[in-house]
């Protein structure tokens, strides 16, 4: 039997440095591991800076000219794309204007270059036989080991075998390293753990070796997330702090080390929470999903029927929003594996991403109102979807979807105030501990202190989020907005159907 084809589909905005780090993972898991089929990647190039576009077209020719096909699909292409249907899509694919066609969204992004993918399998040979598989530009094609560099699945035979062996209709992976979500919902847990570092490096003296390299926690599924009991999860309290510092240090070394890098949290590292790898064989780990990571998720071409869902409103949990969808239809033929790939928010210096959507950055200050507001009503869009899918009723004509959004809304303003109100607890309890003139590090703790002023920025009762969710003319506005998106829903699959 012939192996699949593969399309690796990699959306990138301004991230030169994340896409040669990614590229060249696949090269070398490739040299690792030979694949007998072709192998293409698509490079959907959503950057706003002419630079960066000649500097992502330059990556795609350096590594075509050794061997792997990169395809550069640049947005004035994209443009022309999306121009040549009719009528358009807004709802799927945007409304940008050609002098702005970059930082479309993620969403929006995929939803292009899935038109692209269907052109490009139209009257080619067997392409049926073709996989298309969805990753991010800050990902590598290895995992989080030491043995072999972290290079120790053979990504492209396991799913060739996964797909040729069973029914399955999409597949889904997951990350290690970085968690997969925003820091908008990971602070009160991040809190407990830097609460529970401070208070014992309280107890210690500075000049002993440090005793921060047991055995750290394992951050199981969604370890990382504030309110991961939403997602059927119950983490442990707080997690210990891994010190990577090599040869012989203190605990005030460990302390300035960790002091570094906190304020990395804020462009999506969790230093205390980062997913481990499990090893496991990948067959064999096949079970039903409900969640679609869309920077890891692979499918067959009868799933380009499936769009990222309201990507023009640029929602958080857009992937988990599709996987409720594919859950309810697909049944076991929607399935996740144990193949995670490596996900590194940041670059190497500096502890900030090339670039990071809804996170804005002054000096040493930064605003999460934007992408605080995008995962809020991402988290109302994701669980009113569940409710509806489940019911039968998210494509049903003429179905009003008010009353659940409505609910879903309420209910998640409820959970995201509550949360403030433990942010700024706990926020007390770090500015005692950095405060307190008996503690070691009494007039340093650089890092810690402006993370708690960022914290306080971000969280406090004038934060500029938190009025925006509880406003209740911006509801009015974001109400409408979700409304609409339901409730064309089903016209928008039929006809984005008629087009793939």
Known sequence: MSPHAFIVVVPVADRPRHLQACLASLAELLR?????????????????????????????????????????FPPEEQYALVRSLSPALPRVLGDAPPERYGH???????????????????????????????????????????????????FFNALDAIFGRSE??????????????????????????????????SACDPAAPCSHHAGSTAAGDAAYHDMAELFGFSPAGHYAYPCPLDGAHTEADCFADFDRRVNSFFYGEHPTRSTAYAPGEPLASLQPARTVYAGNYVFRPSALRYFIPFANLR????????????????????????????????????????????????????????????????????????KLAAGGSLCRPGADFSAVLDDTRNEMLARYNARQQAILARLTQLDALLDEPAHWWHGAAGGFRQFAANVRRNFSAASSGHARINAPENWTLWRARLLDALTHYEEDRAAWSRRI
Request: proline share 5%; charged share 25%.
């Open 168 to 201: 399955v209709e999409v597949l889904t992976g997951k990350v290690v390293g970085d968690p997969p979500v925003s820091p908008a919902v990971m602070t009160r847990n991040f809190l407990d753990d830097v609460l529970a570092f401070l208070t014992q490096m």
């Open 104 to 154: 479309k969204g993620q969403g929006v992004m995929r939803n292009i270059a899935y038109l692209k993918v269907a052109e490009m399998l139209r009257d080619a040979p067997a392409a049926e036989k073709t996989l298309i598989w969805s990753i991010d530009s800050d990902q590598e094609f290895r995992v989080d080991v030491a043995e072999n560099d972290g290079y120790v699945i053979d």
């Open 315 to 386: 929602l958080r949990m857009s992937g988990p929003t599709l996987g409720r969808i594919l859950k309810t239809e697909l049944g076991n033929r929607f399935v996740s594996a144990n193949l995670p790939m490596l996900h590194r928010r940041t670059v190497e210096t500096g502890g900030q991403a090339e670039f990071r959507p809804g996170i804005e950055t002054v000096a040493a200050t930064v605003d999460m109102s934007g992408e605080f507001e995008r995962q809020f009503y991402g988290d109302t869009m994701l669980f009113s979807v569940e």
């Open 32 to 72: 690792r591991f030979p694949y007998p089929g072709p192998i293409r990647v698509l490079l959907a190039d959503d950057s706003a800076a002419a630079e960066n576009i000649v500097a992502n077209r330059a990556v795609a020719k350096r590594f075509s000219a050794h061997g792997l096909e990169v395809i550069h």
